[in-house]
């Protein structure tokens, strides 16, 4: 009976267990069109590929110690998956057009990326269709090009902001799954700042040799000291006059720290609202600090006097390799940063009425 007993349970392990040294993703489309081959990417680099058989079916194997992201493209279509050894992941597509009309198992991670797609294809659909009624109308009537900015920029917002909360959500309760990463790495960084430096803090460690991950980890932390709620780093630098300027001399008022070149076109094109929030705040206890990225003296000059930019400006004339733009991680202008009078950042990036909304609330 013992004698038995063991036979059968060999033969039950022998066809029971999986390979752990390999992950094998198996699919069948069933509109394929005139596609042959599907294509398997690693960090976007392709690892493999296959030809779809008679029957529209294709297989792969492939080896990951570590969950990590793959991508399977045939024609336009692309389909983000998570793999490591042992998965087993099954495909049904329905056809190449639609990003998100398949059927997924074998991966609990790749599972939930194919959640979150759903959740995203809703709001991205909202968004074509805020952009095509916008580009239909001022196609039919130029001249309504400044109203339907109005009406419809509040309806992108709501959608944005909206978007960002479903993200988060399912982030943070995704957190100990590379699949809630995936859909944190899809928030844009400039509005979801803090919230995207707390994820960043509460994923330390649970994905330890993840190039992506680190990738993430070490960019929050490099932001994070330039980021709301934190003191603005000192620095000293030489004003336009020739003088020596520090950012401890404005200490006691509010003060936009102004990140900008005379050769940046949106900057310039900024400039206007800028003056006129000036002219409206700066008898609040408000004042600006012009910070500009240009390597020419001349230019500079002529630029802050052309858009009459009356408040103090500083220069290292050393465009991108200023050490004040790495102090303050800018990767692009126009930047900006509000420091309330204790030196601290409460805002950044704002801009015209959005910048005039803010300091309206604060500097009652």
């Given at each position: 009976?013992?004698?038995?007993?063991?036979?059968?349970?060999?033969?039950?392990?022998?066809?029971?267990?999986?390979?752990?040294?390999?992950?094998?993703?198996?699919?069948?489309?069933?509109?394929?069109?005139?596609?042959?081959?599907?294509?398997?990417?690693?960090?976007?680099?392709?690892?493999d590929s296959a030809f779809?058989?008679?029957?529209?079916?294709?297989?792969?194997?492939?080896?990951?110690?570590?969950?990590?992201?793959?991508?399977?493209?045939?024609?336009?279509?692309?389909?983000?998956?998570?793999?490591?050894?042992?998965?087993?992941?099954?495909?049904?597509?329905?056809?190449?057009?639609?990003?998100?009309?398949?059927?997924?198992?074998?991966?609990?991670?790749?599972?939930?990326?194919?959640?979150?797609?759903?959740?995203?294809?809703?709001?991205?659909?909202?968004?074509?269709?805020?952009?095509?009624?916008?580009?239909?109308?001022?196609?039919?009537?130029?001249?309504?090009?400044?109203?339907?900015?109005?009406?419809?920029?509040?309806?992108?917002?709501?959608?944005?902001?909206?978007?960002?909360?479903?993200?988060?959500?399912?982030?943070?309760?995704?957190?100990?799954?590379?699949?809630?990463?995936?859909?944190?790495?899809?928030?844009?960084?400039?509005?979801?700042?803090?919230?995207?430096?707390?994820?960043?803090?509460?994923?330390?460690?649970?994905?330890?040799?993840?190039?992506?991950?680190?990738?993430?980890?070490?960019?929050?932390?490099?932001?994070?000291?330039?980021?709301?709620g934190q003191m603005a780093?000192?620095?000293?630098?030489?004003?336009?006059?020739?003088?020596?300027?520090?950012?401890?001399?404005?200490?006691?008022?509010?003060?936009?720290?102004?990140?900008?070149?005379?050769?940046?076109?949106?900057?310039?094109?900024?400039?206007?609202?800028?003056?006129?929030?000036?002219?409206?705040?700066?008898?609040?206890?408000?004042?600006?600090?012009?910070?500009?990225?240009?390597?020419?003296?001349?230019?500079?000059?002529?630029?802050?006097?052309?858009?009459?930019?009356?408040?103090?400006?500083?220069?290292?004339?050393?465009?991108?390799?200023?050490?004040?733009?790495?102090?303050?991680?800018?990767?692009?202008?126009?930047?900006?940063?509000?420091?309330?009078?204790?030196?601290?950042?409460?805002?950044?990036?704002?801009?015209?009425?959005?910048?005039?909304?803010?300091?309206?609330?604060?500097?009652?």
């Amino acid at each position: 009976m013992k004698k038995l007993s063991f036979v059968v349970l060999s033969f039950l392990l022998l066809f029971s267990c999986k390979p752990k040294d390999s992950f094998t993703i198996t699919g069948k489309i069933d509109k394929a069109g005139d596609s042959k081959k599907v294509y398997l990417y690693q960090h976007d680099a392709i690892i493999d590929s296959a030809f779809l058989n008679d029957k529209k079916e294709f297989s792969f194997t492939q080896k990951s110690v570590e969950a990590d992201f793959f991508n399977l493209s045939v024609g336009d279509k692309l389909i983000v998956l998570i793999a490591k050894n042992g998965d087993e992941i099954e495909l049904n597509i329905q056809g190449i057009e639609a990003q998100n009309d398949y059927v997924i198992s074998g991966s609990d991670d790749s599972e939930k990326v194919h959640d979150f797609s759903l959740i995203a294809s809703k709001y991205a659909t909202i968004f074509n269709d805020i952009q095509r009624e916008f580009v239909d109308q001022v196609s039919k009537d130029s001249t309504l090009q400044d109203s339907l900015r109005k009406v419809l920029l509040p309806q992108f917002e709501e959608n944005m902001a909206s978007y960002s909360k479903k993200t988060t959500e399912f982030g943070l309760a995704n957190s100990g799954s590379l699949a809630g990463f995936y859909a944190m790495g899809t928030l844009e960084q400039e509005s979801n700042e803090q919230v995207l430096i707390a994820y960043a803090e509460q994923i330390k460690g649970k994905f330890k040799n993840n190039t992506a991950v680190e990738q993430f980890l070490k960019r929050m932390e490099a932001i994070k000291p330039v980021s709301i709620g934190q003191m603005a780093p000192s620095f000293e630098m030489a004003s336009s006059d020739g003088k020596v300027v520090k950012l401890s001399d404005f200490k006691g008022k509010y003060v936009l720290l102004d990140f900008w070149a005379s050769w940046c076109g949106p900057c310039r094109t900024e400039n206007p609202n800028i003056v006129r929030t000036y002219a409206a705040f700066k008898d609040k206890n408000f004042t600006i600090l012009g910070i500009s990225l240009d390597d020419d003296k001349d230019s500079w000059l002529k630029a802050i006097k052309k858009d009459q930019l009356s408040w103090t400006h500083v220069s290292e004339l050393k465009r991108w390799e200023s050490p004040i733009a790495n102090l303050y991680k800018i990767e692009g202008i126009p930047a900006s940063f509000l420091l309330d009078p204790e030196g601290k950042i409460i805002a950044k990036n704002l801009r015209g009425e959005a910048l005039t909304k803010f300091l309206r609330k604060t500097l009652k």
